[in-house]
Nanobody, 119 residues
Framework: QVQLVESGGGLVQAGGSLRLSCAAS????????MGWFRQAPGKEREFVGR????????SHADSVKGRFTGSRDRSKNTVYLQMNNLKPDDTAVYYC????????????WGQGTQVTISS
């Protein structure tokens, strides 16, 4: 199993920045990719971005492209989501998740961290 601990959420004004962190432990050798998702009240969970674990290559949803940047520090088994130019619509609980490299679905999930953007 893989355990995930997220941190870095908070309350910022529109136009501000936040950096989320997600530290993985356990069977990290099984990680194929780590993804970021978010869920706003009354809405379905939305894909934000992911990082291919072996190469560190990030990809992002169109809704955040150019504002959010994913990265990873493999020595720390940690991924980051740098969020700039935040908008009120970015308000959500943000989750990181792990896709085991043997499977197609995200299997392990973090506890979530609240991000609130005030206008």
């Amino acid at each position: 199993q893989v355990q995930l601990v997220e941190s870095g959420g908070g309350l910022v004004q529109a136009g501000g920045s936040l950096r989320l962190s997600c530290a993985a432990s356990g069977r990290t050798e099984s990680i194929g990719s780590m993804g970021w998702f978010r869920q706003a009240p009354g809405k379905e969970r939305e894909f934000v971005g992911r990082i291919t674990w072996s190469t560190g290559t990030p990809s992002h949803a169109d809704s955040v492209k150019g504002r959010f940047t994913g990265s990873r520090d493999r020595s720390k088994n940690t991924v980051y989501l740098q969020m700039n130019n935040l908008k009120p619509d970015d308000t959500a609980v943000y989750y990181c998740a792990v896709r085991d490299r043997r499977f197609s679905d995200y299997t392990y999930w973090g506890q979530g961290t609240q991000v609130t953007i005030s206008s």
